[in-house]
């Protein structure tokens, strides 16, 4: 079945330092795919998505590219603020008839000031 | 603004009672989705539903129950059965298609007293 495996955490990184939390899957067909953040004690936000192969998801400054080839969809981010410090989620949701969106483990960023 | 609304935010439960989680959404969305999410881990799936009066189980549903009465109302109740209840739970909608990604509460946090 369809499968989701991101980077385990925490992370944690100066403010101003290059972030990548990586993601890759598996699923058969085309799936869509996406980034969520969770902030301490809130509901999970759509960071952004993908929806086919070489599109790039954008939005805040993180940005992820779906590369079929090689199953990924890394999230980036040229230079993080203390205020990115929440966990992050990579989700795909596939095309082949299922109704559900499948989650990563999550992977928690800490950023020092 | 349209969005999905949890109430209560903070719930407590005393040893066997049954207690009712509810979530609402104006986003004319027609499928719903309830998660549990233990500390420090991921989202597990407890019953989602793509249609009025119609829910199907997900990984997790034993101790659990929902209704899907009308498209905007989906709630779920901890039953006594529910051994480990003790969790926060978050309520999701989804438009229609594999590029849509998921609304999310803002949660319930519930605990056994």
């Known amino acids: 079945g369809d499968s989701v495996t991101q980077m385990e955490g925490p992370v944690t990184l100066s403010e101003e330092a290059f972030l990548t939390i990586n993601c890759t899957y598996t699923?058969?067909?085309?799936?869509?795919l996406f980034w969520y953040v969770q902030y301490p004690g809130e509901g999970l936000q759509l960071l952004l998505k993908a929806t086919k192969a070489d599109d790039k998801g954008s939005n805040k400054g993180f940005e992820a590219t779906y590369r079929k080839e090689t199953t990924s969809f890394h999230l980036e981010k040229g230079s993080v603020q203390v205020s990115d410090s929440a966990v992050y989620f990579c989700a795909l949701h596939g095309d082949t008839g299922g109704f559900k969106t499948i989650f990563g483990a999550g992977t928690r960023l800490f950023v020092k000031a | 603004d349209g969005g999905i609304t949890q109430s209560p935010k903070y719930l407590f439960r005393k040893e066997g009672q049954n207690v009712t989680l509810s979530c609402e959404q104006n986003l004319n969305h027609d499928a719903m989705y309830w998660y549990r999410q233990d500390p420090g881990q991921g989202l597990r799936l407890i019953y989602y539903?793509?249609?009025?009066?119609?829910?199907q189980k997900g990984d997790i549903a034993e101790g659990y129950s929902v209704s899907r009465e009308k498209k905007e109302s989906f709630p779920l109740t901890v039953t006594s059965a529910q051994k480990n209840p003790t969790a926060f739970y978050l309520c999701?909608?989804?438009?229609?298609?594999?590029?849509?990604?998921?609304?999310f509460g803002s949660g319930t946090r519930l605990t056994v007293v």
């Open positions: 999701a909608s989804k438009g229609q298609g594999v590029t849509y990604g998921y609304t």
């Open positions: 539903s793509q249609i009025v009066n119609d829910f």
């Open positions: 699923a058969t067909g085309y799936p869509s």
